[in-house]
């Protein structure tokens, strides 16, 4: 806690005075003004109240000792086990910049345009639980220097002809990137971070510990060796990219280079550990949890968006209606032409199925996996039956009918499967830091 | 010169489908001039039938023309045959006709002119999908008259049942519903990255390059002429006054 010199209470970062305010007695002071003895420039830590949620293990950090009351990361309300701690000190800082409210605005903004969002994502409780919390990120610096040669080539027409001639470029790079950044802490997934980017790091400013008054902060705890080469090749890729669109070689068609980074002499300079300003809330989806989170600086929204269930089948049904008056007023199709339909959307039906079952695989390992194929057999029977339907032409239409309705069924299950499955995609099982080895989830 | 070329047209349609043993009966609306033709070529009408039948045709001659065909056999499809069928018979005047062909065991509708305004090709192919199963159970009198009464009641501006646009339709409805909200779901709730240019605009950076020579390694010359296409003039036609007419029918 950081006390007031007039009044003693509680110093907290204001985002909209950019100041350390007493809500007492509003005094401000730069947050570079008040420094406690232990938060002395030169230590290499900085003395924190490390929180664990006694449920997940997840750990976050605060300045103040007042007890937390939930955990951000498994939604659970329970008293967080504290203690005082030592942390590694980041190099640097990026303030709040979006208050609360303006984090809440942007996410209702979001939800209200997303379809079928689950009730909890909306309740009023749950948006007023987003906690500012500064998210530890492994900053690279990265310099390349040195000859390059690239190969090109020009073409040109000469009556009948056309003259192309090749060219070995010679030049010399000179470039430096001091911001490519990537999350240092396991507890925040990748399938946020990447997606919650970009930061200003020019905006960034020497961290002291004062900062953090009236927020919390994530542990750093993956190495800065895990995120090098993404942060290598990311410099080398975007080099060569400025210097294929600069006025010198703008005329030359240039080959693919191969090895960019050896190409482009990029090399790590070196890492420095930052805390990035990011709005955090947490709600459970049965036995999942959602996240949903802002970007404290730019104000961007990224959210596990889960599907329910139930609305979507409410939403369909009511979507329904209109069309059925739409089509009635311009279209009379027979029956086979709407078997034909139902049949042809079905199958689209069940390549987004496909998809989505890819895409779990991809992300998911474990139980999960076995359980991949309901609904799937049922589809494809319904389609074979209808294609069936359509080569032998009855003369009843009460096949057709009776093929479309199975195949409509079919579609039904398939896509409440399909956004089964979304909504696993789209949520994460329940945190268990402890049993986490290290690295990110999806590192 | 198109009026002799139609003539002869009709004259050959009129040779070829001419049956071997015709039961055919007329009547003129003397009012409008309209005719009512009956030609039960595959004698599917009982006498008493045929009569009464045409008693419930008769009605429709206040808006055009009105046939009763059936054939035994045809060697083109359902659709070719009444359209020639037609032209034989009514030209381009407004009127439609009902037809049972035996050899496709098909019933078909086709209209033109005035009536086919009303009687357009979903109301041609929800009558027949109305009628058919008369057809398939061998009571063609039933089929013809129901059809025919159903065209008189649009005539007339009745609402006739229509079970296969509703059934089709709330299928396809439900169908498009649910993959719609899907798609927008999908749309709505797609995350998006940015890609490195946009990272590193957000970053401390420079990147400097200073060209100092291209040696020239190879120089290729390559026969490419160019492509010798030519716009194409612009091409008109001017359709002849044709009909539009157009129908719909039902297997049974």
């Known amino acids: 806690m950081y006390e007031c010199p007039n009044c003693g209470g509680n110093l907290k970062y204001s985002i909209s005075k950019e100041m350390l305010l007493c809500n007492h007695c509003d005094t401000t002071m730069s947050p570079y003004d008040f420094t ?72 209702m903004k979001l939800v209200s345009k997303s379809p079928f969002i689950p009730a909890d994502a909306k309740d009023e409780k749950c948006i007023d639980s987003f906690r500012g919390i500064y998210m530890p990120y492994w900053v690279y610096d990265i310099s390349q220097e040195g000859p390059v040669t690239l190969y090109g080539s020009t073409s040109r027409r000469s009556g009948d002809y056309r003259i192309e001639k090749e060219y070995e470029i010679q030049g010399e790079i000179d470039a430096r990137y001091v911001g490519f950044s990537h999350d240092a802490s396991t507890s925040f997934a990748d399938s946020i971070s990447e997606y919650l980017e970009p930061f200003d790091t020019t905006k960034a400013r ?46 030359y068609t240039l080959k693919p280079v ?51 269930e139930k609305k979507f089948i409410t939403g369909s049904l009511i979507l329904a209606i209109p069309i059925f008056i739409i089509l009635n007023l311009l279209f009379t199709f027979r029956p086979i032409i709407t078997l034909g339909i139902v049949l042809a959307l079905s199958i689209a039906t069940l390549l987004f199925y496909s998809f989505e079952v890819a895409a779990i695989k991809k992300k998911e390992s474990g139980p999960i996996i076995g359980k991949l194929i309901k609904g799937f057999p049922g589809a ?10 359509m080569i032998i032409n009855p003369v009843h239409d009460i096949y057709f009918y009776g093929a479309s309705a199975i195949c409509l069924a079919a579609m039904f299950t398939t896509l409440l499967c399909t956004i089964h499955y979304y909504n696993i995609l789209a949520t994460r099982p329940l945190p268990q830091f402890k049993t986490h080895t290290g690295g990110d989830d999806n590192a | 010169m198109r009026k002799i070329l139609l003539t002869f047209m009709a004259m050959i349609t009129a040779l070829l489908f001419v049956p071997a043993e015709i039961h055919a009966a007329t009547y003129t609306n003397d009012a409008t001039s309209y005719r009512c033709l009956m030609e039960d070529d595959a004698n599917l009408l009982t006498q008493s039938e045929e009569e009464s039948l045409l008693e419930t045709m008769k009605p429709i001659t206040e808006y055009g023309n009105v046939a009763f065909k059936s054939i035994n056999s045809n060697t083109t499809t359902t659709e070719s045959y009444i359209k020639s069928y037609y032209r034989q018979v009514f030209d381009t005047s407004s009127g439609t006709i009902f037809l049972i062909d035996m050899d496709n065991r098909n019933i078909w509708i086709f209209s033109d002119g005035k009536i086919y305004r009303t009687i357009t090709k979903s109301y041609a192919n929800t009558i027949t999908d109305n009628v058919y199963t008369y057809a398939t159970k061998g009571d063609y009198y039933a089929c013809a008259s129901k059809a025919f009464g159903q065209m008189y009641d649009l005539l007339e501006g009745r609402r006739i049942a229509q079970p296969m646009k509703y059934i089709s339709n709330a299928l396809l409805a439900l169908v498009f519903a649910l993959l719609g909200n899907y798609i927008r779901l999908r749309i709505y709730t797609r995350k998006s990255k940015v890609n490195t240019s946009q990272l590193v605009k957000k970053m401390d950076h420079h990147v400097k390059y200073t060209h100092h020579d291209s040696i020239l390694l190879h120089t290729r010359r390559i026969y490419d002429p160019p492509s010798s296409d030519s716009g194409g003039g612009g091409s008109s036609s001017s359709g002849g006054g044709g009909s539009s007419g157009g129908g719909g029918g039902h297997s049974f």
């Open chain 1, 206 to 251: 020497r961290f002291t510990p004062s900062f953090l008054s009236g927020f919390y902060a994530d542990t750093s705890d993956v190495s800065e060796e895990n995120y090098r080469r993404q942060a290598i090749d990311g410099a080398a890729e975007n080099t060569l990219h400025e210097i294929t669109r600069s006025k010198s070689l703008r005329k």
């Open chain 1, 380 to 389: 494809v029977i319904a389609i074979i039956m209808s294609l069936g339907t």
């Open chain 1, 258 to 308: 191969p090895d960019k980074v050896h190409k482009t002499h990029t090399k790590l300079d070196g890492a420095t550990l930052h805390m990035f300003p990011v709005w955090f809330m947490s709600y459970r989806k049965g036995d999942r949890v959602a996240y949903a989170t802002v970007n404290g600086q730019t104000g961007k929204v990224v959210a596990d968006l889960p599907i329910d």
């Open chain 1, 36 to 107: 406690k003895d232990r938060d002395a420039e030169e230590s290499t830590e900085y003395d924190v109240t490390v929180f664990t949620c006694p449920q997940c293990a997840g750990q976050i950090l605060s300045t103040d000792e007042t007890a937390a009351t939930f955990c951000s990361f498994c939604d659970a309300s329970t008293i967080l086990d504290s203690r005082i701690s030592k942390e590694r000190k980041p190099a640097k800082i990026i303030p709040f910049t979006k208050t609360k409210n303006m984090c809440k605005n942007a996410y």
